[in-house]
């Protein structure tokens, strides 16, 4: 049963609102969560898009943080794991609930038809309920297969805010994850706890299909992997096809011994650089090192007879 959630920090701001405090070094986020801001102060209704992980919900307990309703209470139904039997009733009993206050109802794709046209009601009739909507599907699609109202998509489409996939957002990698290390380490008292740079270098050319539930799941699971104050390479493991396996997208990236630190940022490198295409520009932005840096390693891989 969905229960009432108060958001206790009232002193979140842009940046600083996807993993605990964290901030974006990526301007396209920025500006996100500068437009959310903005709107939160409007009674407009939201709908925010997103892949699976990307923090859809906690852009929107932002917004209404931001607004004239932080006062309230807001309250999240989550249509994807609500079970179909189940889902008018409970939306009848939140519609009261929220009253005067934020609803938030998270992967709406998953509403049916029935409650589709309770919310649609809902909105017409004016009542006093903020509407902020996620979907990590594309509701236009939808819509164009018969599967969404398309009068409830443009009632809740007033104000529409994508958020990027960690893979889109150059520079948060590292960041993101050496937060969460920190938390997760204080949290099991090994304060201290650092990840290593070849550690780091891994985690930038990985393609974070699961965004930033699986960044969150791996570094837990490298805490715990973790020996002395740092984590190592060959602590950080993603699942695949249900086997674990240690980050990169090859095994030319993972540690192994009478692997050397050079061999695996050589590796890393270059798979980064594949996995941007060539774009230089990208590949020393998702590194987290300059574009002369990346120049000059390359050069030192062409001496070496390796193609770059």
Known sequence: MVSPIREVNHNLSPGHILV?????????VNELFSLAETVAKSKASVLILGEFGTGKR??????HEKSARSS???????CRETAVGEQELLFRSLEEQARGSTLILAEIWKLTPAVQMRLLDLIQSGADVRIVATSSRSL???VRNGDFKEELFYRLNVVNLKIPSLQERLGDIELFARG?????????GRQGLELSQ??????NSHRWPGNIRELEAVCERAVLLAQGNEIRARDVQFQASGESRTAGESPSTVW???????EIERNVILE???????????TAKALGISIRTLRNKLAEFRVMGIKA
């Not at 969460?180 to 099991?188: H, L, P």
């Not at 070849?198 to 985690?203: F, P, T």
């Open 72 to 78: 309230r209470p807001f309250y999240i139904m989550n």
């Open 256 to 262: 192994r011994p009478g692997k050397t630190l050079d």
């Open 198 to 203: 070849e550690a780091v270098l891994l985690m």
């Open 58 to 63: 906690t852009l929107a307990r932002f917004i």
């Open 20 to 28: 605990g405090g964290l901030s974006s070094v990526d301007r396209q």
């Open 180 to 188: 969460i290390v920190s938390r997760i380490a204080s949290e099991q």
């Open 140 to 142: 236009s699609n939808l």
């Open 272 to 282: 980064a650089l594949k996995h941007f295409g060539g774009n230089r520009t990208h």
